[in-house]
């Protein structure tokens, strides 16, 4: 379910369970497609990726299997300069609206023309906000950090966060984020996801690991 930020502000209770997602300073990364073959690989998380290609006439069909997430689909922000590889059955946005490979959910969704959109399961976008700002200990306005790990991700430096909202901005209080920010050029990508909703915010954590762990970015 998609939602616009007036109706949330206009609507929604302290704890209201239908909390808009504050797609922050918010920037994500590059998907990959494979290497030919079978091979297994351990990420900076620890976890163990395999990556499948299979032929079939002119058709090459790429999925990565990592943590019993497969990632079965594949695509490109041409204009941000990143791929990533995304779940067997989820769909992920056109570029009708915002560009393409934005927005990411295990149903069809339409994303409106809003300033805003949330409810959806995970969300990657690239700002020209630099990397030192949106990357430091204290988190983002409004959290509170609850973790925070220095990591790399497509061979860039990138931290992962996991915070809790305070309630004092847009977030009710409590809302939990857990989100990658890693750097492209001078910009930052940012990957996210939230408990809002009836979103399953422990598996989409997962996913949104094994997610990052395919992304690619164009050195352009």
Known sequence: MLFHTSELILSCPRRSPWVLTLVATVSLV???CGNGGDTGANDSTGTTSTTTTTTSGD???????????????????????????????????????????????PQPFEVPEATEVFGLAVTVKVDDVPFSRVAGEEGSLGERVL???ETTVAGQQAV???????????????VHTYRYHVEVGNGTLTATTHD???LDYEANKEV???????LELDAG
């Open 59 to 105: 058709e090459t069909t790429t999925s990565t299997q990592a943590g019993g997430v497969v990632l079965a689909q594949s695509c490109t922000n041409a204009e941000d300069g990143y791929s990533i590889q995304f779940p067997e059955g989820w769909s992920t946005n056109e570029g009708e609206v915002v560009p393409t490979c934005r927005f990411f959910h």
């Open 160 to 174: 992962r966060v996991e915070a809790q909202s305070t309630g004092d901005v847009l977030l009710p209080e409590g």
């Open 30 to 32: 590059a998907a990959a």
């Open 147 to 149: 973790s925070r790990e």
């Open 196 to 198: 809002v909703g009836e």
């Open 208 to 214: 949104l690991d094994e997610m990052m762990e395919t």
